[in-house]
């Protein structure tokens, strides 16, 4: 036991789907302890159906067992949905697990949600002192490490400023220096990194690996694949509530992009949300060169296609798409709220979008694309790995070769001029008389 960090049994999490939670006064207290007999008589002679109907539930978690050892680096995976971030919870001690339990060895510092555990009332120096004494830490400890949580987050001008008034980039900054930085045996941490910049991305990346090699334990929740394989060695793969594999990263994620892969072979897709009341997809189909296709050649145009529905008119849905690579790594993502889109002339309750890219300039291999849809106001329907394709070699420049894939997963058309023509006797003169100038 004294290797191990974390050892989950049987865990479980169940949500209440469609009850309205209220806040109550002490009279409502009151008045529920008087008639809870009679609640409970009712609910043990109440036939199945009224009760199916009462109390209508989801697992968002599911009889999830495992063990982590100090001192390892383990990643989470599975699609949105999956029960990762409820798992999380779980081990932060946010929420209580429905059924089973979990043992947890060390102080735990966790990176979630961006804002969870910051008050946001507090200024930046208030709220570190604050996330430290959380976890258990004394004053001289955070002081000792102080200078390099303020250093790292790069909010020195801001530390004096209320945390609401934060970007969420800044936010998410200051959160994750805290939580790397106030040295907790075990360090959770959720997909906030997208929150930050590229670089930002890759200064937590190798931070989390610093904190590997000194020996702490790291789980680590990410949709990039490639991070996951470089950072983790071990890997949980979660679907539809529970754990259905664990083992190494590369076993993990091979079996997590096969089943991806497998689980969308034709070009189109069909949704089938029913319980979903909100915009939603209906279906969503790739072609190439204006046919239906999951395959292309290098230098074929890529189009997407997708209908909608809602329940309630809307004039300008939002859609957007990320391209990834089978292992993860984002390529392209676009978004019709970032371009000065047509709309619809009047609100409708379903409708077809096309998003054409032309050529699309990417090297051999294969492809999925998650899909978001909305109004304007958020996202309402994600699904990721919803289309997948394959893009075939060419010798797109008629020279005898193909752009290398293992080099990068983008050629793209360029034009080389080349100015000036200098023989090698035009360059011995010059050389000459520049010799005979200094000397």
């Known amino acids: 036991m004294g290797d191990v960090a974390i050892r989950a049994e049987g865990l479980g999490k169940q949500y209440r789907i469609g009850e309205h939670q209220k806040y109550k006064a002490l009279r409502d207290t009151l008045a529920d302890v008087i008639y809870s007999p009679f609640k409970m008589a009712r609910s043990i002679f109440a036939s199945s159906d009224e009760k199916d109907t009462a109390e209508t539930s989801i697992w968002a978690l599911k009889d999830v067992s495992f063990e982590i050892g100090r001192g390892e680096v383990v990643g989470i995976i599975g699609r949105n949905g999956a029960g990762k971030s409820t798992l999380l919870k779980i081990l932060s001690c946010i929420t209580e697990p429905t059924e089973g339990f979990v043992d947890i060895h060390g102080r735990v510092g966790s990176l979630l949600e961006v804002g969870?555990?910051?008050h946001p009332e507090l200024t930046g120096r208030e709220n570190i002192y604050l996330n430290g004494s959380i976890i258990g830490m004394k004053k001289q400890e955070i002081d000792r490490k102080f200078d390099e949580i303020v250093a790292f987050a790069e909010i020195e001008q801001f530390l004096h400023t209320p945390v609401k008034y934060y970007s969420s980039g800044m936010y998410m900054r200051?959160?994750?220096?805290?939580?790397?930085?106030?040295?907790?045996?075990?360090?959770l941490v959720d997909e906030v990194l997208a929150v930050g910049d590229a670089a930002f991305q890759q200064k937590c990346l190798g931070k989390m690996g610093s904190v590997a090699k000194e020996g702490r334990t790291v789980i680590f929740v990410s949709h990039n694949m490639a991070a996951i394989r470089s950072l983790c060695q071990k890997c949980v793969l979660l679907e539809k509530a529970k754990l259905i594999w664990s083992g190494t990263s590369d076993e993990c994620i091979d079996r997590y992009v096969a089943h991806s892969m497998s689980t969308h072979q034709g070009p189109s897709v069909i949704f089938n949300p029913s319980s979903m009341k909100c915009p939603r997809l209906r279906s969503a189909t790739l072609m190439c060169n204006e046919l239906a296709s999951t395959r292309l050649y290098m230098g074929d145009s890529l189009t997407l296609s997708v209908d909608f529905v809602s329940e309630q008119p809307i004039r300008k849905p939002r859609i957007a798409f990320i391209l990834r690579t089978h292992d993860g790594i984002s390529i392209l993502?676009?978004?019709?709220?970032?371009?000065?889109?047509?709309?619809?002339?009047?609100?409708?309750?379903?409708?077809?979008?096309?998003?054409?890219?032309?050529?699309?300039?990417?090297?051999?291999?294969?492809y999925v694309v998650d899909l978001y849809f909305g109004d304007q106001s958020e996202d309402t329907h994600i699904v990721e790995h919803a289309?997948?394709?394959?893009?075939?070699?060419?010798?797109?420049w008629h020279c005898g070769q193909v752009p290398p894939s293992t080099v990068s997963h983008l050629w793209w058309p360029t034009t080389f001029r080349f100015l000036r023509q200098t023989t090698s006797d035009q360059r011995l003169d010059d050389l000459s008389r520049e010799y005979l100038a200094n000397s």
Do not use: M, Y
């Open 333 to 366: 993502h676009t978004n019709n709220a970032f371009l000065p889109s047509p709309q619809f002339a009047n609100p409708v309750t379903s409708g077809t979008i096309r998003c054409d890219l032309g050529i699309v300039p990417l090297t051999a291999g294969r």
């Open 116 to 118: 969870t555990g910051f």
């Open 387 to 396: 289309l997948s394709f394959e893009v075939i070699e060419r010798d797109i």
């Open 174 to 187: 200051l959160a994750f220096s805290v939580a790397a930085h106030l040295e907790p045996e075990l360090l």
